[in-house]
């Protein structure tokens, strides 16, 4: 997305993800130099075990006619490309011949970029993924100010763009870390987008020397100390403003929202299996991430997480709790749980809410960050396949007739006005207030994946054929259902076009999931379930 939207096969990598957390926090200093492996036995494909079940066999590479669309999808994705001094650094947003307005959608977005980068990944092309990292790293350096303002030294850009200079025949980088963003917002996913897809490139190619490079290492350690840093938060999650992501208008996501949260997870563990461990400042530093790891997964699980039954504690909580031994720990009063979600919340399913704080809790569902929180294993296996369950169990609400919704249920009437501002890109059942965007289809084919569900993701693939390309490759779909093209949607969007290749390439071959997914960590869950909300 650009700035009228937003501000934006398996090999070797070392395998800390598996690591045993819990015993690090007991003996930080003996385990953390862990030996970082460096092979991995592709035969153990044929048994990973996905959400508890195992068997899933891998069909070769083009083992079934592909669709037309694939055909059309590559060429448009190829349209697309960036040349940043004769070699590929990325994708546009859009290419949308048709609009009025250029506006920023001509920029590469850092996350707009991630299904492009791995489609060329899938496809054995990293070249330009790599180009891309290296290319951003370089900008993440440059000094950052929004009027006057000094911006933290590991903010990664929303965009960047490439002015060519036909005359002198030179390319020259323009970067926009917010200041030029609708709203002034910076990013604050663009850093862990880049983490994570820094890993992606590593499993997929097995090529260390990117990420233990010097300056990818520094690169990750400023992100992530700019997220590490002590303060007056009680809590282990990341305070953030409204339009600091995806969702990147006012839409009441301020304080602790989902996306965010679980994007931060995956982004620490991502680093922890790739940062160094041999000087004293790299274990003291790798401890650091693992504390935080801890204590967020710890938060999460207890008080993100809503079921049947979670919302039947909710229902009876009492107000004005005090000490360590209250149960109702964020004083949320019972009246404010919204009347839509006694509906909507089946027998078996569950999901993470939309945000937690201060008598506050935000009910919504969100899309990509509940798909984020099982690719990352922040869901336990259980919490994963009630996240499902609940998709299949509320088809119609979450993904319609294009998947897939990015919120729900739609703000409405005077509240919309009063949560939005009255932003007119934001009426109900349009763009982040409850629009279907067909970009999330590849977070649901990963999910679908990983939980042993395929037909999820064959079901929604099929529903994006009927359409997607007859009507252009739309940015976003209007609508309780999903059914109109987004009344100022983009065509041509290059994210719902990698999208949709990088869900149809890694059904094919679930292999593919090993560069985006992190298996969980079992000693943890174990602590984890002692919390008051496992309990109840």
Known sequence: MAGIRKIGSICSISEMEDLDLSGMLDNPMLNLNIERHRSYDDSSLSEMSFGGRTGFNTPPRNSFEPHPMVANAWECLKNSLVYFRGERVGTLAAVDHQSEEVLNYDQVFVRDFVPSALSYLMNGEPEIVKNFLLKTLRLQGWEKKVDQFKLGEGVMPASFKVLHD?????????????????????????????????????KSTGDLSLSESDGCQKGMKLILTLCLSEGF???PTLLCADGCCMID????????PIEIQALFFMALRCALSMLKHDTADDKAYVERVVKRLHALSYHMRSYFWLDFQQLNNIYRYKTEEYSHTAVNKFNVNPDSIPDWLFDFMPTRGG????????????????????????????????????????????????????????????????????????????TRWSYHNGGSWPVLLWLLTAASVKTGRPHIARRAIELAESRLMKDGWPEYYDGKLG????????????????????????????????????????????VIKRSASWTN
């Open 233 to 235: 938060d009680t809590f």
């Open 249 to 256: 208008r006012r839409m009441g996501v301020y304080g602790y």
């Open 351 to 426: 999901y993470f809410i939309g945000n937690v704080s201060p008598a506050r809790m935000d009910f919504r569902w969100f899309a990509l960050g509940n798909c984020v929180a099982i690719l990352s294993s922040l869901a336990t296996p259980e919490q994963s396949m009630a996240i499902m369950d609940l998709i299949e169990a509320r088809w119609d609400d979450l993904v319609g007739e294009m998947p897939l919704k990015i919120s729900y249920p739609a703000i409405e009437s005077h509240e919309w006005r009063i949560v939005t501002g009255c932003d007119p890109k934001n």
């Open 166 to 202: 036909a005359v002198r025949n030179t390319d020259t980088l323009m970067a926009d870390f917010g200041e030029s963003a609708i709203g002034r917002v910076a990013p604050v996913d663009s850093g862990f987008w880049w983490i994570i897809l820094l890993r992606a490139y590593t």
């Open 483 to 526: 059914r109109y093209v987004g009344k100022q949607a983009r065509k041509q969007q290059t994210w719902s076009i990698a999208g949709y290749l990088v869900a149809k390439m890694m059904l094919e071959d679930p292999s593919h999931l090993g560069m985006i997914s992190l298996d969980e960590d079992k000693q943890m869950e174990s």
